[in-house]
């Protein structure tokens, strides 16, 4: 198994640019998310998914979309970066939900707002 | 909502001395608190976590402690390693997701 793979692993976004940060697990796991780290900040929510077609808002979602159309893929969608948007992107995947359950991190995408 | 508190930010140790991280949290509901170490440029992942039913838990050179009453959480780390340099998350339950909220982080240096 792959795990939980991102792509891409680094870019650069002008401001105003828009991007997909794609994702997808083969673990056959229900729950995925992303996170965003800042430096020297801890893991701050995005948005997450409980299944296939069902999103969810976490702590930070505003300037974010995404979709989950299938069990495997959960794309963010950046609409009109901005530099606050510069930050370490993480997505990650659950059997169930987090309480009690590992979650698996993608090995992380930088992305730099300039 | 949640809050997590985790402290110190940073901790030097001395390779084979012991490391203490603490964190705090505010929902007296939380039931499930887990650790993640992260390496340089790396993935985080979990280490060890906890669930409220249990006081203390053991994984060879690593536990963690519990203190319901108070709200506190503690990772130990005995007989420190070089590879045990890294930065060390705890989390808990809660937040306007009902999600896991992660602390800041704890940058655990072990000096040779």
């Known amino acids: 198994n792959a795990g939980v793979t991102q792509t891409p692993k680094f870019r650069i976004l002008k401001i105003g640019q828009s991007m997909t940060l794609q994702c997808a697990q083969d673990?056959?796991?229900?729950?995925m998310y992303w996170y965003r780290q800042d430096p020297g900040m801890g893991l701050k929510l995005i948005y997450y998914s409980v299944g296939a077609g069902i999103t969810d808002k976490g702590e930070v979602p505003n300037g974010y979309n995404v979709s989950r159309s299938t069990t495997e893929d959960f794309p963010l969608r950046l609409e009109l970066a901005a530099p606050s948007q510069t930050s370490v992107y993480f997505c990650?995947?659950?059997?169930?939900?987090?309480?009690?359950?590992?979650?698996?991190f993608g090995e992380g995408s930088w992305l730099t707002v300039v | 909502g949640e809050n997590v508190e985790q402290h110190p930010s940073t901790l030097s140790v001395q390779e084979g001395d012991s490391a203490v991280i603490k964190c705090t949290y505010s929902d007296s509901a939380s039931n499930y608190f887990p650790w993640y170490k992260q390496e340089l440029g790396k993935r985080p992942q979990l280490i060890i976590d906890i669930r409220s039913n249990v006081g203390e838990k053991k994984d060879q050179r690593i536990a963690v402690t519990l203190n319901k009453t108070a709200k506190h959480f503690s990772l130990h780390i005995t007989e420190t390693q070089p590879e045990d340099s890294a930065v060390y998350f705890c989390?808990?339950?809660?937040?306007?997701?009902?999600?896991?909220?992660f602390g800041s982080g704890t940058q655990l240096t072990v000096l040779p």
């Open positions: 989390a808990a339950p809660g937040g306007s997701a009902r999600q896991l909220t």
């Open positions: 673990m056959n796991h229900n729950y």
């Open positions: 990650a995947s659950s059997k169930t939900g987090q309480l009690g359950n590992t979650i698996y």
